[in-house]
């Protein structure tokens, strides 16, 4: 058990590097860098730029160094804690990231219990009454939810909001408290806003849970210890809950790793469409300006969550299968 | 007041009593002193200045000097249609937090800007003297300061020719290229405290231009600010302090950042406009109030801005027409397109707001640009045969393009002037303009293209078909329906049009190399210029025309780099542009703009579509002073910044109970 824990511990590191390399080498890749993007949108706008001045600044922020020089200036930097500075912000990339990191949390989390909360009840009654017509019913809608653009969704769902209830568009917040110190009334204009990004985002999550839910319990009821079970006069509830969901209850484990950070990120689109204060749009407003610091530095903080998380989930399910915690050896 | 007089001459009758004569002479006095006192108080209203009750409590405590001491000895007085009101909030939406720059846009507040019919006036300073085209002498306003209470005079000037402008560390490329004329430098002088004078050997006629621009040229810093973070006036070891603390890697870059008067992102910064920024960036919302000391006033002599507070709420771009529609602004024009009209009109009860229609002042909506410099020798050949590019104009069909994508409220022409520039004539817009596929079809055989292969499309003379690709910045669904149209319509010239949309750099890289063969993108960026506007976009100056980027290009760089103009008409639009600039009277200029215009229509270097493309511009019925109809530009106008903002005012009962709703 520890062995199998340090081996996974000690694979994390070559695994970030790897993926620092890459995050770098694909932000480099487009031509020109941030002061060639910032000139011509300069240019585009009408704003005379002087090249001189641009290559001035080019030599200030070291961009005219070399791929590999520039890699591990960053990388560097990143091991000690310094994010770095962000072109676009004019500010060190964690008081960019900053603020935005707390909403993006309370977005991501209540997202994720969103997916748990709806997938788990309709998961288990749809494996429960397999075929019925609750089952298809409750299928088609997560398939529909799947299916459906998330952000066409959004907006749909941001419309019917605006008109139906008065919520202000986009935003997770009433414009009013936008640098408002926290209150009630702050957290519940938060609460009014914060369904409408929760649902779209989560409603693409839900279908595919549910499935697996589903897929898994189903396995498991055929299985012989649920039929000895029941002929030895277990009450159905309790034979329900006790063994197969348990082993059922797999996917939503081990998917932890998987599903923050793509909650994090993944929902950009529908951020940007909403235009949530969250890391998403900024994300991709970096990428675009290939603002490289802010970016990189970003994605390698998701890379270590995903990779953390990973290692987490991995862990949970060691505690919670014994099959994987005595692993090969069961086999043998 | 003015019915006493009258109330009183029953006292002046002669039927009254002998012992009520003094009576009445008293009373006589005293309504010649009255009236004594009316007179001259009508002659010097301007002298009580009032201000804005949200100051009267500083006022009162000693905080702020009283108004009298906070405006110039002369103030700029506004102009204004209806004489407004204190107070209120003006909530309007911006697409990226970088455009705290637009309060500097719709400020306007610029030493020299243009005035509702583009012409300059002077605006922060008091007057201004020029002198054969090549002296300027302004003169500042006395007890003029910045928004923080110091004093706004010729050092500020001063400061930023010698120590900026001229500092190595500062301007390692020297002072601005408006500034030097044929490479040399203004002589910069300061005869007294207000006074500034610049002046060259030869004219420099984008001088006051680039003064009044939307994104202006500041001759002037805030010294008494900046001077804390120059090497020059600063304790050596107090600026090291601060420019490590700031993690900055020099005191010039310290300076930089704290020297951006045009970006607006310091709230430190003191500014000359009528509302300061109070947020310190990163923020999603940036609010800006009232400056205490500006310059302004309204005719009775009450302190500008009548408007207490502006906030910019940071929204990403495709929200923005959303969000209006929901009546969340009070004034909105940017990010607002034509195709949102009805959408918005919708909801105008619901929102409380209006939809006005603004004139764009683009010289066309959507324009076509043949790449005269492109690599491909066949093309380049035909391009700069005058006739495939009349007979490609001839090819389209603007009324249809007017009435299906415009609902037939754009205006059809080629790429030039519009008609609210003094320099409109119609034969300009007209020229080759029509829709006449028989005549383009002619032209097209006379140039010898006459051959087609079995589709119908014709054939260039090495062979291949004439297939033109149209390359776009993918940005605008605009000019992929406009593209659309003509595709039809050029079908019937045997041409064919393919659309490569693409990103804005690598569109703008290809043109500038010569790999593309033709571009969309909009048109005239000044569609409203004056004879005292330089010809500029008319002649080969710059890369940025997509039309001639290698000849611009050989301007720019002064012939290091690009090709010199070899198209004998190219060369005398140059040549025309160069006897503008040498030209000494009005008339003279005027005659030279037609030249060029007749010169740039006929040629039909920009194939044009429509353009005076109405604008949408929604206001909260409780905004006044705002024009219902106008011209919305870039430069010049500054999209709002010449209707002066200042002057804006907000209904106050209809914004209390907006605010309780």
Redesign the interface.
């Known amino acids: 058990m520890f062995t199998y824990l340090l081996r996974r511990l000690i694979v994390m590191v070559p695994t970030l590097l790897v993926i620092s390399f890459l995050v770098f080498a694909i932000i480099q890749a487009p ?2 860098d941030y002061l ?2 910032y000139m ?1 949108e300069l ?6 730029v ?1 090249q ?2 641009i290559d ?1 600044l080019r030599h ?1 922020y070291g961009l005219d160094r070399s791929f590999l020089e520039q890699y591990a200036v960053w990388v560097g930097n990143l091991v000690q804690g310094d994010l770095g ?1 962000s072109f676009e ?4 990339v964690n ?2 990231v900053g ?1 935005r990191l707390a909403l993006t949390i309370v977005v991501s989390v209540a997202t994720i219990a969103f997916i748990w909360l709806v997938s788990f009840p309709i998961g288990i009654y749809s494996a429960v009454r397999q075929y019925s017509v609750g089952d298809y019913a409750l299928t088609f809608l997560g398939f529909l939810g799947l299916a459906t653009p998330s952000f066409l969704l959004a ?1 749909v769902l ?2 019917f909001a ?1 008109v139906k209830f008065g919520i ?4 997770l917040m009433d ?1 009013s408290f ?2 408002a110190p926290w209150s009630w009334a702050k957290a519940r204009s938060v609460l009014a806003h914060l369904w409408v990004p929760v649902i779209v985002i989560g409603t693409s999550g839900t279908a595919g849970m549910i499935r697996r839910l589903r897929a898994n319990l189903l396995d498991e009821l055929q299985k012989q210890y649920v039929v000895t079970g029941r002929a030895k006069g277990l009450s159905p509830a309790k034979l329900l809950w006790k063994y197969p969901l348990r082993m059922a209850l797999n996917p939503f484990i081990a998917d932890i790793g998987g599903l923050l950070p793509e909650v994090v990120s993944g929902a950009v689109i529908v951020s ?4 949530l ?1 969250t890391t998403g ?1 900024m994300l991709l ?1 970096a990428l675009r300006s290939q603002d490289m610091y802010l970016a990189g530095s970003f994605l390698m903080f998701l890379a270590l969550l995903t990779v953390v998380g990973m290692f987490l989930s991995d862990l949970a399910l060691a505690v919670l299968d014994p099959r994987i915690r005595l692993g090969a050896a069961a086999t043998k | 007041m003015r019915s006493m007089p009258i109330s009183l001459i029953p006292f002046c009758s002669p039927t009254l009593r002998p012992r009520s004569r003094p009576i009445a002479r008293a009373s006589l006095t005293f309504v010649a002193a009255l009236l004594a006192g009316l007179i001259q108080s009508g002659t010097s209203s301007a002298q009580s200045y009032s201000d804005a009750p949200m100051f009267a409590d500083k006022v009162a405590s000693g905080d702020l000097p009283p108004v009298s001491q906070r405006l110039p000895e002369h103030p700029a007085i506004a102009d204004m249609s209806e004489a407004g009101r204190y107070g209120g909030e003006l ?1 309007m939406l911006m697409a ?2 970088k455009d705290t720059r637009m309060m500097v846009v719709y400020s306007y507040a610029r030493l020299v800007g243009y005035d509702r019919d583009f012409k300059i006036v002077a605006d922060i300073c008091e007057s201004y003297d020029v002198e054969d085209g090549r002296i300027f002498t302004f003169h500042l306003r006395k007890g003029m300061r910045w928004s923080d209470g110091k004093p706004f005079d010729a050092e500020d000037f001063r400061y930023y020719w010698e120590d900026v402008a001229n500092n190595h560390d500062l301007s ?2 020297g002072p ?3 500034l030097m004329v044929d490479g040399e430098a203004p002589k910069v002088e300061f005869p007294d405290k207000y006074t500034v004078r610049y002046s060259w050997s030869k004219p420099n006629a984008d001088f006051l231009p680039a003064l009044a621009g939307t ?1 202006p040229l500041y001759i002037y810093r805030p010294s008494h600010y900046l001077k804390k973070f120059h090497a020059k006036y600063a304790n050596a070891d107090e600026l090291a302090e601060k420019v490590k603390e700031a ?1 900055q ?1 020099s005191w010039a ?1 310290l300076h930089n ?1 704290r020297d951006n008067m045009y970006k607006n ?1 310091n709230p430190k910064q003191p500014t000359l406009d009528p509302w300061m920024l109070m ?1 310190k ?5 940036f ?1 800006f109030e009232r400056n205490p000391f500006y310059y302004r006033v309204d005719p009775r002599g009450r302190q500008l801005p009548y408007i207490d507070r502006v ?1 910019f ?1 940071i ?2 771009s ?2 923005i027409p ?2 209006v529609g ?1 009546g ?1 602004v009070t004034l909105q024009a940017r990010n607002l397109r034509f195709d949102n009209y009805t959408f918005l009109k919708d909801g105008e009860t619901r929102g409380d707001y209006r939809v006005r229609l603004w004139t764009s002042g683009s010289g066309s909506q959507v324009a076509l640009y043949p790449n005269l410099n492109t690599n491909d020798e066949v093309w380049r050949k035909i391009l700069r045969d005058v006739r495939f590019r009349r007979a490609l104009s001839l090819g389209i069909d603007r009324h249809e393009i007017n009435q299906v994508i415009y609902y037939g409220l754009a205006h059809e022409s080629g790429n030039t002037v519009l008609p609210q520039s003094p320099l409109f004539d119609a034969g300009y817009a007209n020229a080759w303009a029509g829709f006449d596929i028989d005549q383009a079809n002619r032209l097209l055989d006379e140039m010898g293209l006459d051959k087609r292969d079995d589709a119908g499309i014709r054939l260039l003379p090495d062979g291949r078909t004439a297939d033109i690709l149209v390359e776009s910045a993918g940005e605008s669904t605009e000019e992929s329906d406009v593209l659309e149209l003509i595709r039809d319509s050029w079908a019937q010239l045997g041409i064919r049009l393919y659309v490569k949309p693409s990103q ?3 569109f ?2 290809r043109i500038f190399a010569g790999d593309s063969v033709m571009a969309v993108w909009t048109g005239l ?1 000044d569609g409203i210029p004056t004879a005292e506007t330089a010809p500029v976009e008319f002649a080969p100056t710059s890369q ?1 025309q997509l039309q001639w980027p290698k000849w611009g290009q050989y301007r720019e760089t002064m012939g290091e780099s690009g090709t010199a103009a070899d198209m004998p008409v190219a060369a005398q639009l140059l040549d025309l542009l160069q006897q503008w600039r040498d030209a000494e009277t009005d008339e003279t200029r005027t005659a030279i703009w037609q030249q060029m215009l007749r010169i740039y229509s006929d040629q039909v270097f920009v194939i044009g579509t429509v353009n005076s493309v109405p604008q949408p511009v929604v206001a909260k019925d409780f905004l006044h002073n705002l024009p219902e109809t106008a011209v919305y530009n ?2 010049p106008g500054a999209q709002f910044g010449v209707y002066k903002p200042d002057t804006f005012w907000l209904d106050e009962s209809a914004t209390a109970t907006a605010a309780t709703n």
């Not at chain 1, 940007?272 to 235009?275: A, G, P, R």
């Not at chain 2, 960036?281 to 919302?285: E, F, H, Q």
């Open positions: 031509p020109g060639s993007t011509a240019q585009s706008q009408g704003e005379a002087d001189a001045k001035f200030q500075y912000y004019g500010l060190p008081q960019v603020d907006l941001l419309y605006n202000s568009i986009g935003g414009p936008a640098d940007v469409v909403l235009s204060p749009p407003d | 909530d990226s937090a390692p490329t601005p290229s408006v994104t993690e890697p870059a950042r992102d947020t960036p990163p923020s999603d919302r609010v906030v709420d929204v990403d495709k929200l959303a969000k929901a969340e804005r750099e690598v703008r890289n960026d940025q870039w430069e």
